[in-house]
């Protein structure tokens, strides 16, 4: 054993190999059986309640728990709350990142520090409630690896909202390689191995729901009735969305730049049989006046496909080379574990 010969070369730290021992037991002690992973960006508002419902709901079932609440930056008094709810609450761990760093980015910082052989990821607005989560562990117990929620209703967002995102969902199930599961959002319970499937995807460029998807196992869907937000407001609007739909099309499929291929294509056959129509009919019948306003329409119409297909060259080109940079996800300004032990 190198390190027990090295404590006996070198001076002796006073209790070092028992506080090691400790720490060691602490840690299996410690170990919740379901993890609640929560991300929170300014949710000051509704954060109280969120905490009672969950606390309520967890501490009537069988299982050791804790819930790990991941700060994203938020700039309203969220990030005192949660300290102040852990110290009432030895379950709750902190992670505070850095810095705002997106709805893409937050649980994967909260499920690297989640502990448990069951995690539940869930929004802190309520909008998912927390009295579903004993139906997924239930169905994680029957052997399901992955259990998503499927909202029923989406009450409180618009038509168009609704419209948007139907037209999505059939958009990335004809083109992705991947089945995204129509109606799911973020809520749903992983087991500890597709945890650490999906952790071991680390691109800068995530898209969640599509991780989720593909990294398969056996997948059940339970449904629930999607509530409107309890307090503050959605993160989203439609410039974000479509953001992030592009994020999506874009991580999951090459299919734009098919499409591009064969758009140029398209064009480079409708000019060459415009081309050969035009030598003929010069042949024919002699070229009166010179085509100038056909000339601009077909110059500009090239213009036009090439710019569009530079911009999707580009758009996967960007990815490229945020993906070479390497750098970490997020950073963590803190982290406080949960101390379940305690209880
Ligand atoms: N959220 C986050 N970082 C962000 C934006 C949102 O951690 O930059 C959290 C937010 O606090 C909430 C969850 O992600 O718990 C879902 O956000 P939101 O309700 O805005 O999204 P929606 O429900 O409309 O999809
Ligand atoms: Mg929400």
Avoid at 128 to 143: N, Q, T
Wanted: hydrophobic share 45%; charged share 20%.
């Amino acid at each position: 054993m190198p390190d027990s010969s090295h404590t006996l070369d070198g001076p002796i730290e006073p209790g070092a190999g028992l506080r090691e021992a400790g720490a060691g037991l602490l840690e299996t002690a410690w170990r919740p059986v379901v993890s609640v992973v929560v991300p929170v960006f300014n949710e000051a508002s509704g954060l109280h309640e969120f905490h009672r419902r969950l606390r309520s709901v967890m501490d009537a079932g069988p299982d050791r728990w804790e819930v790990v609440y991941v700060d994203d930056g938020s700039s309203d008094a969220s990030c005192a709350l949660l300290q102040s709810l852990r110290l009432t609450d030895p379950r709750v761990a902190i992670v505070a990142l850095s810095r705002n760093f997106g709805k893409e980015i937050a649980p994967t910082a909260g499920l690297d520090h989640a502990k448990g052989e069951a995690v539940v990821l869930i929004d802190a607005d309520l909008q998912d409630p927390p009295e579903e989560i004993p139906r997924l562990i239930a169905a994680w117990r029957d052997g399901f690896d992955m259990v998503h929620a499927r909202r029923l209703a989406r009450s409180g967002e618009s038509w168009a909202k609704r419209a948007s995102a139907s037209l999505f969902y059939r958009l990335m199930q004809h083109t992705g390689k991947v089945r995204l599961p129509r109606d799911t959002g973020d809520f749903r319970l992983m087991s500890r191995r597709v945890v650490d499937a999906v952790l071991s995807l680390r691109e800068q460029h995530r898209f969640m729901k599509g991780l989720f998807a593909w990294v398969g196992f056996p997948t059940t869907t339970i449904d629930y009735d999607r509530a409107a937000r309890h307090a503050g407001h959605s993160k989203w609007n439609y410039w974000t969305l479509w953001n992030l739909a592009i994020e999506a099309i874009t991580s999951f499929t090459v299919l734009p730049l098919k499409i591009a291929t064969y758009l140029g294509m398209a064009v480079a056959l409708f000019a060459a049989v415009f081309g050969a129509q035009l030598v003929v009919r010069t042949l024919l019948f002699g070229n009166p006046v010179a085509g100038y306003p056909s000339l601009m329409a077909v110059v500009l119409f090239l213009g036009g496909v090439q710019l569009i297909t530079l911009g999707v060259i580009g758009e996967y080109l960007g990815r490229v080379f945020n993906e070479t940079k390497g750098r970490p996800l997020y950073l963590v300004e803190r982290f406080l574990p949960s101390q379940s032990a305690a209880r």
